[in-house]
């Protein structure tokens, strides 16, 4: 049996827990080949399903990701004192186990940084600012994309009624890095799975996640199930955010996800959050309502929701504020 010395377990104490789940892969997870020309259709049924499917042949360049995953790999190697002085997060900046303001903690250590600007990178001098922007630029290109196919593969008359929030100029997108620590130590005297991220959905309209190839993401299926996504260094994943989920009036759903901490491999991810800009009106799109159907939401501004998301606690319904 591991003994932790009481500092070291101190150090976890206000980590949470959960039960382990099955260690086994879901099989079951949407891959979409954007290459194919029937990946439209493909993409609305997983939106609806899952609300999380992955994509391949989505020409973000591999120098992209490499570059940027060495440019990450150096900065969490530096000493905690360095680190330390790219933080707090305001939410801009490095931040350690605390995520957000109201107490939620987790196995975590992080950079997030405003998508557009070079500001981003005043607190972060040792950052190459370069291979985020060339990396953000990709992986929004590709969201884009991925939009404009779910507009087409929902027969809207305009395919850019989704992409435009994330292409305008004024869009409050942001991008985050994340490394997980591995843990082998408390693992094996808990027997209980330390949660890196706790379970969450994203507020924005979706999210572009990229991760090295060590375990830890879980998505939550419809019955509440918490199944494991098998990593892919060379893929990207998919999440719908709750703008989306609001957007078509509940017809997507935007999906509860978490990461556990991997007790042997540090996890790295990058993702992109695609927002509205902040004065954006959020609501029911009129053309993906059916006769009669009736508006789950009230309207709200990006900026009203991100106000009220900002204040909750990651696992909080935060769209349940805004249910009519
Ligand atoms: C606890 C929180 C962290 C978060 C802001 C919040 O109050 C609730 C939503 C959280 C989340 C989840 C998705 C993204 O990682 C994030 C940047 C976002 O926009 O909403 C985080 C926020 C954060 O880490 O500050
Ligand atoms: O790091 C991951 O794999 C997912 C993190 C996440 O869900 C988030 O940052 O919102
Ligand atoms: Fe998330």
Same mark, same amino acid.
């Given at each position: 049996m591991v003994v932790l010395s009481k500092p070291a377990l101190e150090q976890f104490s206000p980590i949470k827990t959960c039960k382990p789940t099955s260690t086994a892969f879901f099989s079951n997870i949407p891959v979409i080949d954007l290459s194919k020309p029937d990946s439209k259709n493909k993409l609305v049924r997983a939106c609806e399903e899952f609300g999380f499917f992955k994509v391949v042949n989505? !020409?973000?360049p591999l120098e992209f990701m490499n570059t940027l995953e060495s440019e990450t790999i150096k900065f969490f190697s530096l000493p905690q004192s360095e680190k330390d @002085?790219?933080?707090?997060? !305001?939410?801009?900046g490095y931040g350690n186990k605390r995520i957000g303001t109201n107490g939620d903690v987790g196995w975590v250590e992080y950079l997030l940084l405003r998508s557009t600007s070079t500001n981003a990178f005043k607190k972060i001098p040792?950052?190459?600012c370069s291979a985020v922007d060339d990396y953000v630029s990709a992986v929004k290109k590709l969201g884009c994309g991925v939009l404009e196919l779910l507009a087409e593969g929902l027969k809207m @008359?305009? @395919?850019?009624?989704?992409?435009k929030l994330l292409m !305008?100029?004024?869009?409050?997108s942001v991008f985050r890095l994340n490394h997980y620590p591995p843990c082998p130590e408390l693992q094996a005297l808990s027997g209980r799975d330390l949660i890196g991220f706790g379970e969450h959905t994203d507020p924005q309209v979706i999210s572009v996640l990229r991760s090295n190839n060590a375990t830890g993401l879980q998505i939550s299926l419809k019955d509440g199930t918490w199944v494991s996504v098998p990593p892919d260094q060379n893929s990207f994943f998919i999440f719908v955010g709750d703008s989306m989920q609001v957007m078509t009036n509940g017809k997507f759903r935007s999906v509860r996800h978490r990461v556990l901490a991997n007790s042997r491999k540090s996890r790295l991810s990058m993702i992109y959050f695609g927002a509205p800009p902040v004065r954006a009106r959020i609501a029911p799109i009129a053309s993906l309502m059916k006769e009669g159907e009736e508006s789950l939401y009230k309207e709200f501004t990006w900026c009203e929701y991100k106000k009220s998301a900002y204040m909750s606690r990651l696992a909080d319904n935060r769209l349940g504020h805004f249910q009519k």
């Open positions: 989505h !020409d973000v @002085k790219a933080g707090p997060p !305001d939410p801009f040792n950052f190459c @008359k305009e @395919k850019n009624v989704f992409s !305008d100029e004024e869009s409050d």
